[in-house]
């Protein structure tokens, strides 16, 4: 088991327990043997002129603790290399209202990570930002911005329908710049807020960090809390493609934490429901969720302003590692270059795909999804959807399960077509 503890500097002891990973939170620490993370939100949400009430603070505290130790606690000396049990201690300025919700936040975890959470909140967390000049944004919802296609038709149809989002958005290298244009280009410039996490390991990270995401939903619920004193309810759109959001394994050796589950149905149902429990004003709305990628494109009510701003848009899982560039071969690149195919928009996918003819893509580099993708969607079709999804939709009822099973169907015939283009099949 790995212990980690979160708790404001001055909280740090001297002499450091052997095993403990300590974490200064939201200033930062000269110790050279002490990690950080947060560093300059508290700065950055009052100088954005939000005044967030104590638990929605303490969720976002406690959302960039989860994302610290998720990049602090390496996977490979686990049992099985990958599952972790990890132990967080986290301090908050009003812990007792966690302390009830500490079974229901570990089970959202491990649906998350794939790991065992054991959680303890203490007291003595820093304050919430009181900012002496409270902004009054002229918005009427929340929508996620991260610089990918669907983030930007949500954007693009939300604005076309005449809604003000409060666009929130998580700083990612190689995005950050693309966001900012996204929310400029739709009037939004005087409602983008973009934060960093701003997480500092001192030792080598975990690469297969899987609780980054849940940060992005804390930033949206400071958002919202800016929002709430004028609307009663305020409407937090997730704009995510329901076949990516599934994300259902491709074979037995995708099954847990290896697909990710930041958008999944099960895991945004864990976080509204303590979201309600703690009396946060925000309501999670999934825009796309029986929607292919390739659909939502084609359906965008905007079509010149997407044609304008999709090539700069990103999808791929190993963006960093080929130098911020497409790989091409993954599963999301898969899935964006099938969805221009299927959607008959021209891919002007900035810098282009770095394996750009699937046929040939090979092993070498790193990963290859193709194999997979293609063992799929001849599953697909020679056996049905259900026998491919197996037990992954037992959480829906009969309605949903019948609308995901379409929507995973027509996301893995768009993946055909691009394949048999490539011919790859």
Same mark, same amino acid.
């Given at each position: ?80 290399? #990958? ?68 983030? /930007?038709?949500?954007?693009?149809? /939300? ?35 973009? #934060? ?181 969607? /001849? ?47």
């Amino acid at each position: 088991m790995s212990k980690v503890v979160c708790t404001p500097p001055g909280l740090v002891p001297e002499h450091l327990s052997e095993g403990v990973e300590y974490f200064a939170m939201f200033k930062s620490s000269s110790r050279q043997d002490v990690s950080t993370v947060g560093t300059g939100v508290l700065r950055d949400v009052e100088i954005a002129g939000i005044c967030p009430d104590v638990r929605t603070w303490d969720f976002a505290t406690f959302a960039l603790a989860v994302s610290a130790a998720d990049l602090a606690v390496p996977r490979a000396p686990s049992a099985d290399g #990958w599952t972790r049990v990890i132990e967080l201690s986290v301090a908050l300025v009003d812990p007792k209202p966690f302390a009830l919700l500490v079974p229901s936040l570990q089970e959202m975890l491990r649906f998350l990570t794939g790991d065992f959470w054991r959680l303890c909140f203490e007291a003595g967390g820093t304050p919430a930002p009181a900012s002496t000049a409270p902004k009054s944004f002229q918005a009427d919802c929340v929508s996620l911005l991260s610089g990918g296609v669907d983030s /930007l038709v949500g954007a693009i149809d /939300l604005t076309h329908q005449g809604r003000q989002p409060l666009f929130v958005s998580q700083m990612a290298k190689g995005d950050s710049e693309t966001q900012v244009r996204y929310a400029k280009k739709l009037g939004a410039t005087d409602r983008h807020l973009q #934060w960093n996490h701003n997480i500092r390991v001192v030792h080598p990270t975990e690469r297969s960090t899987r609780g980054r995401s849940i940060v992005f939903f804390a930033f949206a619920a400071l958002g919202a809390s800016a929002l709430a004193a004028k609307h009663q309810s305020v409407k937090v759109f997730v704009p995510e493609n329901g076949f990516i959001s599934l994300n259902i394994s491709l074979n037995a050796g995708r099954t847990g934490s290896l697909s990710t589950k930041t958008t999944h149905p099960v895991f945004l149902d864990h976080l509204q429901k303590i979201w309600t429990a703690l009396g946060l004003q925000a309501e999670l709305v999934r825009l796309y969720a029986f929607k292919t990628k390739g659909e939502l494109m084609a359906e965008c009510l905007d079509q010149i302003t997407l044609a304008e701003l999709i090539g700069d848009s990103t999808s791929c899982g190993r963006f960093g590692y080929y130098n911020y560039t497409h790989c091409g071969r993954c599963v999301p690149c898969l899935v964006r270059r099938a969805s221009f195919l299927s959607s008959g928009l021209v891919d002007t996918t900035k810098k282009t795909y770095h394996f750009s003819k699937l046929k040939t893509a090979g092993r070498k580099n790193g990963a290859n999804d193709i194999g997979a993708v293609a063992a799929a969607v /001849l599953r697909n079709e020679m056996l049905g959807v259900r026998r491919l999804t197996l037990g992954q939709l037992s959480f829906a009822t009969p309605v949903e399960r019948a609308q995901y099973e379409g929507v995973v169907a027509r996301g893995l015939s768009e993946l055909g077509d691009l394949l048999r283009q490539e011919k790859v099949l």
